[in-house]
């Protein structure tokens, strides 16, 4: 913390960088700054800015783990400034969120640079400002708005009403010396705790807070949130702060936020670690299949503002999809969610070639064809031909990328980039490397899915790479319940009650039971014989019974419905099952059909971290709630395998190898834990 009169101002400066998180230091420097100009005569003012680009861009959330936080906390800062007799104006730049915002309205006055942008982001971790930032709010824009704000998480300009509302005045370019020149000249203090709350039209509040707390599904954090405004509106402003800061505590200590904040922990040390060695220029893109996957793949390049072209062997497949992807843009014009012009700019990026050699001069080429061995090496060996430096990618999402590298000349162009559907919507990227690819190749990934909006996550080759091998597992030992005495039904409520958004059973209905039959069949001769194996869904493939597609899976689907309808006969047909084996069927709890679910998530994970599958226990937990639809507020399955007794999950890791029998292996559950195998988060 740098201290400097200037013109009888003391100017504390935040050097903290690289954004000026609020920390433990900057918290003592910034109270021992304030307590300095308040004692030194010669000081008629002070003012608070940002030595970088932000005042203060939030908390340093590595502080927020801790039992209690460590002292001063911001509200004693806060209260310091507001006791110093003169005035305090912040110099309001960059990003100012979260506690940055509260100092700023704990201040006299504000400054703003016109960049400027100003939040409360505390809600997308789980959290309510804790600082008097709904209470300050309220004072200044009236407790709808303030809702909006606190609620929402959004940034918001000061350039915009809202923002503008929260300042004293905004400038161009760097606010420090507006803000010295106001404390040079302002006479009176302005604590806002000291005003009234401003008052909305009658109705207008609940309306506001209602809104908020339907969108949100009444997470803890929106409703606390909506709380603390209501509360500011109804009792003395001391209370109401110390409602707001006890509702903070509780929400920060919660288990909810402690997995969000893993997640934004697991989020950047990806992005670090998915850095491009070097500049890669990516303008076009040439896609060959266009089937669903190809078709997606081709709309995330087009709405990212590359030049696509699309090929398949038959060539009206193309160009139906051409005209699917048009049409998809003009229903978002319909929508009103994107401009008439902007929907024929995109669609004009994509075009059809007629024939294998019209996809020459592209920057990156990626095949999306049958996924079987055979055909995708096919097409990347003509690829090969056609392009003779470009980076070949493939989207497979089961088969062996050595195997396929082993078609080319040139094994080292090639590079794994395993694309989720919908591929225009997901936003993971697998990214997968063999030991042969090269460094352009695997930047050309990287920086495709960046442009794409995409967090890429690395593995090496393997079956299924990460997310399919855990979900694999996953999907396969809640099979063996079936065949044990649970119905999909049970599965799929027990695992929507742990917070998935959907069951195995109906996920596997939505994406097709054909693939996963398809691929077990094709390897069915790597299986351990003595190994059990759930033989259910090739039964359902062999009738037909492929998922939403064919109206018939694990459920079934009334015409045009994709809600599943629970079908007594396949009640029947795993009843059958287990009868010829001789399982013995019984009665399971949700809590143990779930318990055992994640177990064997966990054991996976923990193999796929020894085999060095991935480096990291973090990107683990980042694929799975990016990719594979885990819960969000669980952080993932290495969170949650943390979170537990370890003697316990041992003991049921012994019962889960013995019910699995033999094939089952055991991995090393302490890889999962903070600081093991690389893990970041």
């Given at each position: 913390?740098?201290?400097?009169?200037?013109?009888?101002?003391?100017?504390?400066?935040?050097?903290?960088?690289?954004?000026?998180?609020?920390?433990?230091?900057?918290?003592?420097?910034?109270?021992?700054?304030?307590?300095?100009?308040?004692?030194?005569?010669?000081?008629?003012?002070?003012?608070?800015?940002?030595?970088?680009?932000?005042?203060?861009?939030?908390?340093?959330?590595?502080?927020?783990?801790?039992?209690?936080?460590?002292?001063?906390?911001?509200?004693?800062?806060?209260?310091?400034?507001?006791?110093?007799?003169?005035?305090?104006?912040?110099?309001?730049?960059?990003?100012?969120?979260?506690?940055?915002?509260?100092?700023?309205?704990?201040?006299?006055?504000?400054?703003?640079?016109?960049?400027?942008?100003?939040?409360?982001?505390?809600?997308?971790?789980?959290?309510?400002?804790?600082?008097?930032?709904?209470?300050?709010?309220?004072?200044?824009?009236?407790?709808?708005?303030?809702?909006?704000?606190?609620?929402?998480?959004?940034?918001?300009?000061?350039?915009?009403?809202?923002?503008?509302?929260?300042?004293?005045?905004?400038?161009?370019?760097?606010?420090?010396?507006?803000?010295?020149?106001?404390?040079?000249?302002?006479?009176?203090?302005?604590?806002?705790?000291?005003?009234?709350?401003i008052l909305d039209e009658p109705g207008e509040i609940e309306a506001a807070a209602q809104a908020a707390i339907t969108h949100a599904q009444g997470t803890p954090e929106v409703v606390a949130a909506v709380g603390a405004v209501l509360a500011g509106l109804a009792l003395p402003p001391g209370r109401a702060l110390d409602h707001e800061r006890r509702e903070f505590t509780r929400l920060r200590t919660s288990t909810d936020s402690a997995a969000l904040r893993h997640g934004f922990f697991a989020t950047m040390a990806a992005k670090r670690a998915n850095r491009p060695s070097a500049p890669i220029d990516l303008r076009s893109v040439a896609v060959v299949g266009a089937g669903t996957m190809g078709r997606g793949i081709a709309r995330a390049f087009q709405e990212a503002g590359l030049r696509v072209t699309l090929y398949d062997e038959n060539g009206e497949a193309a160009r139906a999809a051409q005209r699917q992807l048009a049409a998809a843009q003009e229903s978002l014009v319909q929508r009103g969610t994107l401009d008439a012009s902007e929907a024929a700019e995109r669609a004009m990026r994509v075009d059809v070639a007629d024939t294998f050699d019209g996809l020459a001069g592209h920057d990156l080429y990626i095949e999306a064809v049958f996924e079987e061995i055979e055909v995708k090496s096919k097409v990347l060996a003509a690829l090969e031909g056609l392009a003779t430096d470009a980076p070949l990618a493939t989207n497979t999402?089961?088969?062996?990328?050595?195997?396929?590298?082993?078609?080319?000349?040139?094994?080292?162009?090639?590079?794994?980039?395993?694309?989720?559907?919908?591929?225009?919507?997901?936003?993971?990227?697998?990214?997968?490397?063999?030991?042969?690819?090269?460094?352009?190749?695997?930047?050309?990934?990287?920086?495709?899915?960046?442009?794409?909006?995409?967090?890429?996550?690395?593995?090496?080759?393997?079956?299924?790479?990460?997310?399919?091998?855990?979900?694999?597992?996953?999907?396969?030992?809640?099979?063996?319940?079936?065949?044990?005495?649970?119905?999909?039904?049970?599965?799929?409520?027990?695992?929507?009650?742990?917070?998935?958004?959907?069951?195995?059973?109906?996920?596997w209905d939505m994406s097709g039971l054909d693939i996963a039959c398809r691929m077990r069949r094709a390897t069915a001769s790597d299986r351990d014989p003595a190994a059990r194996y759930p033989e259910a869904a090739e039964v359902l493939c062999d009738q037909g019974r492929l998922g939403q597609k064919t109206g018939l899976g694990w459920y079934r689907y009334d015409d045009g419905s994709r809600s599943p309808v629970v079908d007594p006969a396949v009640a029947e047909l795993v009843e059958t099952i287990a009868r010829r084996k001789g399982v013995a069927r019984r009665t399971f709890s949700a809590r143990e059909i779930s318990r055992r679910a994640l177990l064997t998530m966990a054991n996976e994970a923990s193999l796929l971290l020894e085999e060095g599958i991935s480096e990291r226990a973090a990107d683990v937990d980042l694929m799975l709630v990016l990719g594979y639809g885990f819960p969000t507020r669980r952080g993932g399955i290495g969170f949650w395998a943390r979170r537990q007794d370890r003697q316990a999950l041992e003991r049921e890791l012994d019962e889960l190898a013995r019910i699995t029998g033999p094939g089952f292996r055991r991995g090393d559950l302490g890889l999962l834990d903070v600081g093991k195998a690389g893990n970041a988060g």
């Open positions: 913390m740098a201290y400097e009169v200037r013109d009888g101002v003391a100017l504390l400066a935040i050097d903290n960088p690289p954004v000026n998180a609020s920390t433990q230091a900057v918290r003592a420097g910034l109270l021992d700054g304030v307590r300095r100009a308040a004692a030194d005569d010669a000081v008629v003012g002070i003012v608070i800015a940002g030595e970088g680009p932000n005042l203060i861009a939030g908390s340093d959330l590595g502080e927020f783990s801790a039992p209690s936080l460590p002292e001063p906390q911001l509200p004693e800062v806060i209260t310091a400034i507001e006791a110093c007799p003169k005035p305090v104006v912040a110099a309001v730049s960059g990003a100012t969120l979260g506690g940055g915002l509260e100092l700023a309205l704990g201040c006299d006055g504000r400054v703003a640079a016109a960049s400027s942008i100003v939040g409360f982001p505390e809600v997308t971790l789980g959290m309510i400002p804790g600082a008097g930032g709904t209470q300050r709010t309220l004072r200044l824009v009236g407790p709808t708005k303030t809702i909006d704000l606190v609620t929402s998480g959004r940034r918001v300009a000061v350039t915009e009403p809202l923002g503008r509302a929260l300042m004293d005045e905004v400038v161009d370019g760097d606010p420090t010396e507006a803000a010295l020149a106001r404390a040079r000249t302002c006479r009176e203090k302005r604590n806002l705790m000291d005003e009234p709350p999402s089961y088969l062996d990328i050595e195997q396929l590298a082993d078609s080319l000349r040139s094994p080292e162009r090639l590079v794994g980039m395993h694309f989720f559907s919908p591929a225009h919507r997901t936003r993971v990227l697998e990214v997968i490397g063999t030991e042969r690819t090269s460094p352009t190749s695997t930047d050309a990934a990287l920086v495709a899915a960046r442009l794409l909006g995409k967090q890429a996550i690395r593995s090496r080759p393997g079956p299924g790479f990460i997310g399919n091998r855990i979900y694999n597992a996953y999907r396969w030992q809640c099979e063996l319940m079936l065949e044990e005495g649970a119905l999909p039904q049970q599965i799929d409520a027990a695992m929507e009650d742990f917070g998935f958004a959907m069951g195995p059973f109906a996920v």
